[in-house]
């Protein structure tokens, strides 16, 4: 699944984004996620702890156990990298790019790994 974020982006928008994806069929640990931060994306009181917590959210869900999130700037960077670093999941895997390419590699060898 591939998602962008663009523009004004909230936990609730990431609730909202999750209720919805959980209708979909392929909903599940193998469903790996790609999501592209724009550059001009602004995070309404969207901190590492909200974050944290929406992972969490994800993962007792049983959603995808593979997300690569793409940035391009350093706040963007800043807030991803700490949520990645510490997720304490033996079943969820978060990394953080620079560019898609390397994010999409990624993600081909999780999927090969399966969950």
């Not at 962008?4 to 909202?16: A, P, Q």
């Not at 869900?61 to 963007?76: D, K, L, P, Q, R």
């Amino acid at each position: 699944m591939q998602v962008r974020l663009t523009e004004s982006v909230s936990l609730l928008d990431l609730v909202n984004f999750l209720t919805k994806v959980q209708k979909n069929p392929q909903y599940g640990p193998k469903l790996n996620t790609l999501i592209s931060v724009d550059t001009d994306t602004r995070f309404v009181q969207l901190v590492p702890g909200a974050l944290s917590t929406f992972f969490r959210r994800v993962e007792a869900s049983g959603g995808s156990s593979a997300w690569a999130i793409v940035v391009c700037n350093e706040f963007h960077n800043s807030i991803f990298s700490d949520v990645a670093e510490n997720l304490n999941s033996k079943r969820m895997k978060v990394r953080v790019f620079r560019d898609e390419l390397s994010a999409l590699q990624w993600l081909k060898l999780e999927r090969g790994r399966g969950p």
